[in-house]
């Protein structure tokens, strides 16, 4: 199903989102995070060992709350993760990422670490 088309606008723009995962004990957790969109599922990225990683792999119930620049200008995404890639793509992804919101001015910190990229369906 396509995104609405205010959640695609706002993600695929330069800016911020919290998403939002469940810990072990079911307590969320809120990153700041960059996000992406392709025509059905919001994208964000992360490293397979990192926490986020973990509890959406356990528990793919997940939130994004995509920030505007003007504080009245926001879209909340709640629902499931669609799916995940790692490798090669995972690592364009990320890349793409780094350029959208620096301008490629600079790379990731850690070219060699594992990459993770997730879909988020609503």
Same mark, same amino acid.
């Not at 800016?15 to 700041?32: E, I, K, R, Y």
């Not at 356990?58 to 995509?66: A, E, G, W, Y």
């Not at 690592?91 to 070219?111: F, G, V």
């Given at each position: ?37 392709? &025509? =059905? ?5 992360? +490293? ?8 959406? @792999?356990?528990? /793919? ?26 490798? &090669? =793509? ?5 890349? +793409? ?8 001015? @600079?790379?990731? /910190? ?13």
């Amino acid at each position: 199903m396509p995104l609405d088309e205010d959640v695609t606008r706002l993600a695929r723009g330069k800016n911020l989102a919290t998403v939002v995962t469940l810990m072990p004990s079911g307590q969320p957790q809120a990153l700041l995070t960059w996000v992406d969109a392709d &025509d =059905e599922h919001v994208l964000i990225n992360t +490293e397979p060992q990192r926490q986020r990683a973990r509890n959406i @792999a356990r528990d /793919p119930r997940i939130t994004v709350l995509i920030h505007g620049e003007d504080s009245q200008d926001w879209a909340e995404v709640r629902g499931h993760v669609a799916g995940t890639v790692d490798g &090669d =793509e995972a690592r364009r992804h990320i890349d +793409e990422l780094s350029c959208k919101y620096t301008s490629c001015r @600079a790379s990731t /910190p850690d070219t060699t670490s594992p990459r993770r990229s997730a879909r988020t369906a609503g």
